[in-house]
């Protein structure tokens, strides 16, 4: 190979190499991305939003909009279950970095049952609530809430 080729080449390789670094610094690192599930969701049943939002180190998720004719749904306690924050304390799965473990409460029974959520890869929000182990509970689906929160915590279109 002559000098005039090796240097050609060299500078190709070094092009490379720096555009690779300009690319690769440019893609911040998986963990400084806002996790997928953040944002509001529509329950399976389409009766309630859920906003899910950091909370301190952990996410969080409030019921912020719900379905109904009369007046806003109250939980057995008689709180208003507008603003309720059901799902709790929510932190990344050490070996799942797509997937939070946290809390949630049923404010029909004021249970507190374990839970995982994640987005799968068709965006729907998976919520996995169990006793114990994941193995023993039921997975919902919840789709992103596209519509409006009106007063009194109103669903609407």
């Known amino acids: 190979m002559h000098t005039a080729q090796k240097a050609t080449g060299v500078s190709l390789l070094l092009s490379a190499l720096i555009a690779g670094v300009a690319v690769?610094?440019?893609?911040?690192?998986?963990?400084t991305l806002p996790p997928a599930v953040l944002g509001q969701w529509v329950t399976k049943n389409h009766?309630?939003?859920f906003e899910i939002a950091?909370?301190?180190?952990?996410?969080?998720?409030?019921?912020?909009g719900l379905d109904y004719s009369d007046s806003v749904p109250r939980d057995r306690t008689g709180r208003p279950e507008c603003g309720l924050p059901m799902l709790r304390?929510?932190?990344?799965?050490?070996?799942q970095a797509d997937r939070w473990?946290?809390?949630?409460?049923?404010?029909?029974t004021n249970h507190v049952y374990q839970a995982r959520i994640w987005v799968n890869q068709a965006g729907q929000l998976k919520l996995r609530g169990y006793l114990g182990i994941p193995l023993f509970g039921q997975t919902q689906t919840w789709l992103p809430y596209g519509g409006?929160?009106?007063p009194n915590c109103r669903m609407t279109p």
Not at 89 to 95: L, T
Request: glycine share 12%; proline share 12%; aromatic share 2%.
């Open 101 to 108: 473990n946290g809390s949630i409460l049923d404010p029909n």
């Open 47 to 49: 009766k309630g939003v």
């Open 54 to 64: 950091p909370c301190g180190t952990h996410l969080c998720g409030t019921l912020v």
């Open 89 to 95: 304390d929510f932190a990344r799965d050490p070996e």
């Open 148 to 150: 409006h929160i009106g």
């Open 24 to 31: 690769h610094a440019q893609v911040p690192p998986a963990s």
